[in-house]
């Protein structure tokens, strides 16, 4: 075993050894010959629709192939905000700019909303707001920060600033940026501890949760919906797909029209605490303006650092490549921590879309909340209880994100084999980025930016 790994390394989420999957409902229960709603996956959207739908008085059961949070939402970085993945300029240009501003809106309230329903629920999850760091990879990106800063502050109404690079220095112990921008209301929490919160509170309002019994077709017939299992079939009035990444060729309407895409992470030995907060002073969690988005944290007890990103061109890396190649990032950052051992690593998949939005919608009796683009914490939180919402008939459930249709792409089965090249290449151009922006001229000192 290479030096990089702990003895103790275990290839699984470090979030497991607070809060184990072994622990969730295990055997599948005897399922109920009908339900009035079926939901698809208990992740995150999965039960935040049953927990609505459950206190709304319907019967709900709730269906996971494997164990509930097992999917992404218990392997997250856990970073918390009210920004869309889908850049300001690029969603302008799609939808124009009214419908672009008012998702950006609806995102920054979606982040409001889930601020307070963990507070409202006492979902005990280690949520703290200690603010964003988006490390500015190039000066030009630099200054692309200052002129979103503005976007942010004046249209959004999402508090930020930017730091230049001596700004940095009361944030984080690194040479590597040319600034940041900072969100100070953006946070973390611990990604399995808000899935128990949500799982237990959908338990405690009536939804029926069978772990470990895959759904391998939908039949609409007479008005309802056969769902079936391995273990029998159910009819329910409507079903829910929130099963994002991991949506499978078994609802080959959407299997078409989602991009899984593998995440990864890592978790370093224990450091001492005052190492931990000599590199990030002020707490917050790090990301940074690379193609190739890699983030950074402290973990809740504040004892190890935390580091994710796509550690592989390609999906199912097993851990110990993971662990290595996650290290690099993290002593690209701080490198002092270039002897640091790492003692957990694991990977995800997120779903992405083609239009890169987060997305709810209808077709028939089946429901889907799908597409979180890699930011599904508080968007799959929120769309799930949205879709809840309105499928339980509340008249105010209006949002942006069920919009018509999920946009295909000709020649997409479901299969990305797109992904391992994209990486690379996007891996490439950061680096050529990197090196063009240190041979362009500094600007004069005392020089500002736009
Ligand atoms: C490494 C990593 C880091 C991330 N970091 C962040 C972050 O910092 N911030 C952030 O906001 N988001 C982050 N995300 C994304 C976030 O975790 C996801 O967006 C979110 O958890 C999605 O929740 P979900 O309920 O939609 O899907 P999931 O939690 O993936 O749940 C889908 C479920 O569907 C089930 N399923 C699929 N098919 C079937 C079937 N046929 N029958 C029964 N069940 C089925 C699966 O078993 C799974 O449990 C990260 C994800 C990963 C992997």
Not at 54 to 82: E, H, N, Y
Not at 343 to 358: E, N, Q
Request: charged share 20%; hydrophobic share 45%.
């Amino acid at each position: 075993m290479s030096e990089v790994l702990a003895e103790d390394f275990r290839g699984e989420p470090y979030w497991w050894e607070m809060s184990p999957r072994a622990g969730r409902p295990a055997a599948p229960p005897p399922l109920p010959a009908r339900a009035d709603v079926a939901i698809v996956g208990a992740g995150y959207a999965g039960l935040a629709a049953a927990l609505v739908l459950a206190r709304a008085g319907r019967g709900v059961l709730v269906l996971d192939a494997g164990p509930p949070g097992g999917g992404a939402s218990s392997r997250s970085v856990g970073m918390t905000g009210g920004r869309l993945r889908q850049g300001a300029a690029a969603l302008t240009k799609a939808l124009g700019p009214g419908p672009a501003l008012a998702l950006m809106r609806e995102a920054a309230g979606a982040y409001r909303w889930f601020l307070d329903f963990v507070r409202a629920e006492a979902i005990d999850c280690d949520l703290r707001q200690s603010g964003r760091l988006v490390g500015a990879w190039t000066r030009r990106d630099l200054e692309a920060q200052r002129r979103l800063a503005a976007m942010l502050t004046e249209r959004i109404g999402i508090d930020c600033h930017v730091v230049d690079r001596a700004g940095l220095r009361p944030e984080i112990a690194s040479d590597l940026y040319h600034g940041a921008l900072v969100l100070p209301q953006d946070g973390g929490l611990h990604p399995a501890r808000l899935h128990d919160g949500l799982l237990q509170r959908a338990l405690a309002a009536g939804a029926t949760v069978a772990a470990f019994t895959p759904v391998t077709a939908l039949a609409e017939e007479s008005g309802e919906v056969r769902v079936l299992t391995p273990a029998g079939a159910v009819t329910a009035r409507e079903v829910v797909l929130a099963t994002n990444a991991y949506t499978g060729p078994a609802f080959p309407w959407h299997h078409r029209r989602v991009i899984p895409v593998g995440s990864y992470m890592a978790a370093t030995e224990p450091l001492s605490p005052t190492r931990v907060a000599r590199l990030l002073p002020a707490g917050r969690l790090v990301n940074d303006t690379r193609r190739l988005a890699y983030a950074i944290r402290i973990s809740p007890d504040g004892t190890r650092l935390l580091v994710g990103g796509r550690a592989s061109a390609r999906d199912h890396a097993r851990p110990p490549q993971v662990a290595r190649s996650l290290h690099r990032v993290l002593a690209g950052v701080f490198p002092e921590l270039a002897a640091a051992r790492m003692s957990h690593a694991w990977g995800g998949m997120v779903a992405f879309t083609f239009d890169r939005l987060p997305n709810i919608g209808t077709r028939g009796r089946v429901h889907h909340v799908l597409g979180c683009n890699g930011s599904g914490v508080v968007m799959s939180t929120y769309l799930g209880t949205m879709l809840g919402r309105r499928i339980a008939g509340a008249a105010d459930a209006v949002t942006g994100f069920a919009r018509d249709g999920l946009p295909g792409a000709p020649l997409y089965g479901g299969r990305p084999w797109f992904m391992s090249p994209v990486s690379l290449w996007y891996g490439l151009r950061d680096r050529a980025d990197r090196m063009i922006d240190a041979a362009r001229p500094s600007p004069p000192r005392g020089a500002s930016t736009p």
